[in-house]
Each structure stands twice: as C-alpha cells, then as structure tokens.
DNA sequence: TTCTCTGCAAAACGTTTGCAGGGCG
DNA sequence: CGCCCTGCAAACGTTTTGCAGAGAA
C-alpha cells in the first residue's frame, strides 16, 4: 500500500506534479476500494469522511490528473456517470470487465484476452492499437444460480 | 433504403407503436449517415433541415424507443456523448469501434471477433454473455502514414 | 515573488421530464 | 371521447471553469 503511494508520488513528479495532502487523500480512498469502480462523486464522499474540507472539484481535478498519467483508467457503463479504476501494478494489459444486467455487479477480468484479436486488428486494418476497452453485459453466476432455484422453488 | 423503412416500420408496429413524420425523418437520417456515429445533437440538427419545427426532445425520445427496439446501438466514446449506429440488418453480432486517437476518426469492424473470448468467459467465469462492446483506441492507417511523411519530408 | 493547487460557486453540458396541446382512431 | 405523440421550457445530474486566496519553493 504505502510503496504503492510512493510509486504514484514518483509518477507525479516526474511530470513535476505534487502529491498534496487532498490527492494522496484520494488516491488512498481508491487503493482502499480497489475493487468497487466509484464514480467521482463516490470517491468525493469517501475523501470527505477523512478530509472534510475537500472539494469535490479537487476530486474531479485530481481524477482527471490519474487519468492523464495512466494511474486510474477512466471508465464507462454507459449509465452516465464515469467511474476510475486504479490500473494494476506492473500490469501491461487493461483489464476487462463484466457487468451484471440483473444486479448490477461488475466483475473484473485481468487477464487478457485480446492479444490475438489485437494481432488482427493491426495486420488487417493497419490499425496501431494502444488502448482497448471491452465490456461484456449479461448475467453473472449468482444471478444464474437464483433464476434457478426460483424455478425450481 | 425503402424496405428498410419499411420493417423498421413493422418493427414499431409490432409493439403497437407508430412511426409518425418525426421518427420517420429520424430514421432517414440515420440511414443515410450510418457510417457516422452520431450524436443526438448531430441527428437533430440534420433531422431539423428536413423538419424544422421537430424538437430535440422528440429527437431524444425517438434514439430511445430506437434503441430499446434494438434498432440502433447506444454508444458511449468516453467522450461525454452517447452515439447512435443503426444495427446493420441481419447482423447478429455487434460490431466494435477503432477510434484514432489522433483524428478521432471511427472505423468500424463488422467482424465477430469475440467468439473465442465469450468462450472463455462463459466457461472460465460462468458469466452468460448477452452483449458486448470493444474499442480500440490507437492510430488509423492514414495517421500513421502521414506522421512517416512528416518525418521524410 | 512566482507558481501550483485549492475551495467555492457558478456555469456548462448532455439528457430527461412536466405539461399543455395536437392529431388520429 | 381516449390515447399516443409532440414541442417547448424547465429541471436534472454530472462535470468543468473562473476566480480569489492559500501555501510551498
């Protein structure tokens, strides 16, 4: 955890940015909550609870800083609001994700996946891949598993 | 391009919904610059040259029920817009997007690419897949050749 | 000082909604 | 009549921005 603060320290200010107290504060909030894809205004709330004189354009400004830097990936289900995952450490690859229509869950997938398909895009349509961004909708397992026992109940 | 209007048309009618002047121009539209992308924004402002007196709400609505009827795919850049593609007709895959990040043109691949992977993840995750969104982000061929001019010249 | 960063409030943006009216069965 | 649909304007939720001040180098 600690030497993961560090790292992003070191990334800030190799583009001579500072770590201040509100953009450690966040960044701790989303190492915490790794898993849970928080929207900014998530994130804003969290902050708040240890640093109640934040502001939730700080927040913004500060997510929009991770992004640039490629700390956070800026994401989108398509329900409005856009959410930041904090990228995996040492990890080349993005990560995938699968989201739940039934419950809303959204699991993550770290493996990688697209290599072949990346392979193709690039041979076929002479098309330099530097970003992707895959997203699956459908029904996860536990919201399979109760559909059964619905049935069968 | 008529009998597309015209099962578009039954598509409607079979939920007992009617496609009115509005959502007829709206369509149109859509056929027209289905290579496009569009936004609600740039649909009502070309729907208007037809119509003029059609509103953007009517706009908004009719992407809507356009989009519940799966006749068009919602899509979402990451650009704070949502963007409308007509499903291509027939088609029981989704297609994926190349967006180049140095244009911000948007190639579009037809192809069902994720056969294998929605294998491995309805195996691996036990995740049943109903849909799926994939973009690219990197550099379209003719970015790539015009920075190899810039570069010779 | 100079420069970056912050908090607040206001603004901007894309999108949705309430409502009164229109059109058609 | 009833019902669906429309246009307009207002409202909404998210995100950005202007600005004056704080704080570090």
Redesign the pocket.
Known sequence: MEHRIERIKKQ?HAQ???L????EATVRVLLEREEDHL???DVYLLVKEK?P?????????????LSELKVVDKI?FGD????YDLRKEGAEHFHHHLVCIECGSVEEIVDDLLGDVEKIVENDWGFQVKDHRLTFHGVCKQCQETAVQSKTS
């Open positions: 800030l001579s940015y500072k201040t107290p509100q953009r929207s900014a205004e640093a004189e934040i502001g939730l354009a700080t927040v913004y400004r500060t997510l929009e800083l989108n409005g609001v856009s959410r």
